[in-house]
């Protein structure tokens, strides 16, 4: 598997003084700091080139499955900002404005920092209506102005990092008084050490849990900007949301990238769970027993392993169709929202299931579980929120706008199941008056994620079968999706509990023997940091950790006083 076509370019950077220094007790913000200098190295690893971000290349998705997002994902989170967001929209223009190019080539080779500023902190995931303005002036250089607190832009780390940062910002492009639609404009930010003039960041307090990152809520006042800065046309577009959707490309081709990272995370989980489960013992001197003996223990670790696998398949198979241009976009944009939608969710059971299983060594950042479990529910939101793409895509599907593939085979248990669901929803919709109806609220929208997962169930499963996966594998993943939804396939596919639960467990009966093969094939190893993964590594880090001691007395302890160490029998008598 894993690793085959995916080259590790940064198997050098886990043990170099970079990676290697400890960071659990390290103050925050030089941790945040850290992340800048840790995101140079995995960029630069990869020698990205202008032709890679706008071909989309074999390159620029093996940057997106590289397991050094294990080591900090705070830098993959910057990375994929600078190289995929910033300078992929960047590129697009410089195709007829080469005087773009040299910026384009500083971010690439990390000269400058690169950020993306859409999200308003008013309005989420409703761009449609961002706020900030770019207004053109009688010279015809613009002024860019959040005109209230909620047209801040939210997220973005744009706080001075040590190099100078532009930004492309999403503005309301105003001539003459008209609004003409959205535009993105090039935005120096700050110099490395202060910001620019009429630029303010206010730095958010840190998240709790991934690798922290300096997020701010920025806002501009009167910042002047030359002709050059702005991307695209001054004339107004016949239609604004096509236009919208047109400057914000680099969106959909995140959400498929974003989604890749689930791979390697799945891979750590098991490579983690595994290695931890055989040192992990019970029983007495003579008597020891591994853990991964156990069923209880084997069952989310094996799934774990299945669904990584599986969803390799899903991802080369996504991959080649989101890059076919033949395609209709929407159908491409659908691919990518379904396929980030099914790794998200397989790389949070993951997480939960394995950690669970680590006991309370589970519960800390430095044997990672934790960390890349609250690492995964910052990219379920970032470029295009899980929950928002299924409303979207789903709605589309069942009003007939376009349709996705459809199943290689049609008579598969997911296949069926995906059929069953859409046809549910179907029944429904077409006694509606409107898809925005009070109704479609009630009952279409809490059943769209599902249905979205449910196709790339589908999807995932008639990849891995063409492309040849372990058949052990697939019917494991089968087994556990049904997992997922027990009732409809109890009623609709003559699977009760008991069939279920048989299906199930032969399925980890047969991958069982060839865990250990597995994992060795994920190749990810070189990039687990935690340490319970093995004794060597225990020893190395109870050693590293701060420790406390001291010749202190507290004699009063055990010092006999009034009454029966120090309780007075008149106090005890007044209880009774």
């Known amino acids: 598997m894993s690793s085959e076509g995916y080259p590790r370019r940064t198997r050098h950077l886990p043990h170099s003084p970079l990676f290697a220094e400890p960071v659990h007790y390290m103050d925050h913000n030089k941790r945040a700091k850290l992340s800048y200098e840790k995101a140079k190295a995995i960029g630069l690893s990869y020698d990205m080139t202008i032709d890679d971000l706008l071909s989309l290349s074999p390159k620029f998705w093996q940057l997106h499955n590289d397991p050094a997002v294990l080591l900090d994902g705070g830098a993959i989170t910057l990375l994929t900002i600078q190289y995929n967001l910033c300078a992929g929209t960047i590129a697009r223009y410089a195709k007829r404005r080469p005087e773009l190019l040299p910026l384009v080539e500083d971010l ?22 961002i706020e900030t303005t770019a207004t053109m002036l009688p010279s015809g250089d613009f002024a860019l102005n959040s005109p209230t607190p909620s047209a801040a832009k939210f997220m973005p780390p744009t706080v001075p990092a040590g190099l100078p940062c532009v930004a492309v910002v999403f503005a309301k492009l105003i001539v003459n008084g008209e609004d003409r639609g959205h535009r993105p404009f090039i935005v120096p930010l700050n110099d490395g050490k202060q910001m620019c003039t009429g630029v303010q960041s206010k730095l958010l307090p840190y998240r709790g849990g991934p690798h922290p990152l300096t997020h701010s809520l920025t806002t501009f006042r009167n910042v002047r900007l030359p002709r050059a800065a702005l991307l695209g046309s001054l004339e107004k577009p016949a239609d604004l949301h096509a236009n919208l959707m047109d400057i914000i490309h680099r969106i959909t081709i995140g959400t498929l990238a974003l ?31 591994p853990i991964l003996t156990f069923r209880t223990q084997q069952a989310p670790i094996l799934t774990s392993a299945a669904n990584a696998y599986v969803m390799q398949a899903l991802q080369r198979w996504a991959i080649e169709k989101f890059c076919d241009s033949r395609l209709d976009g929407r159908v491409r944009h659908g691919i990518a929202a379904i396929f980030k939608g099914v790794m998200v969710q397989h790389s949070q059971q993951a997480a939960l299931g394995v950690s669970e299983r680590c006991g309370a060594q589970g519960l800390f950042a430095h044997n990672q579980m934790t960390c890349l479990h609250n690492e995964m ?26 349709a996705m593939p459809p199943p290689a085979d049609p008579n598969s248990l997911l296949a069926r199941h995906e059929a069953g669901l859409f046809a549910d929803l179907h029944a429904i919709i077409k006694d509606v008056p409107h898809h925005r109806s009070a109704e479609v609220n009630r009952l279409i929208l809490p059943h769209c994620q599902p249905m979205m997962e449910a ?122």
């Open 108 to 129: 690439l080779r990390y000269r400058k920092h690169g950020q993306y500023m859409m999200t308003e902190l008013g309005h989420g995931l409703d761009i449609g209506n």
């Open 259 to 289: 989604g890749c990272l689930a791979l390697p995370f799945m891979q750590c989980y098991t490579t983690i769970g595994t290695m931890y489960s055989l040192r992990r013992r019970i029983g007495g001197p003579g008597r020891q027993t």
């Open 377 to 402: 529910r910052g990219i379920a939101i970032a470029e295009g929120d899980v929950l928002g793409l299924a409303i979207r895509l789903v709605n589309e599907l069942l009003i007939g706008r376009y």
């Open 455 to 576: 196709i790339g169930h589908r999807m995932a499963y008639d990849a891995a079968v063409a492309q040849g996966v372990r058949r052990e594998l697939v019917d494991l993943y089968v087994a556990s999706v049904v997992r997922l939804d027990p009732a409809w396939y109890a009623e609709h596919a003559g699977l009760g509990r008991a069939a279920q639960h048989a299906l199930e467990t032969r399925a980890m009966d047969a991958v069982l023997p060839m865990l250990g093969e597995l994992v060795k094939e994920m190749d990810v190893f070189a990039y687990v940091t935690a340490p319970i993964v093995e004794d060597a590594r225990w020893g190395a880090f109870v050693d590293s950790l701060k420790t406390f001691e001291g010749n202190a007395r507290l004699d009063d302890v055990f010092a006999p006083q009034r009454g029966t160490l120090g309780v007075q029998p008149e106090m005890v008598r007044s209880h009774l």
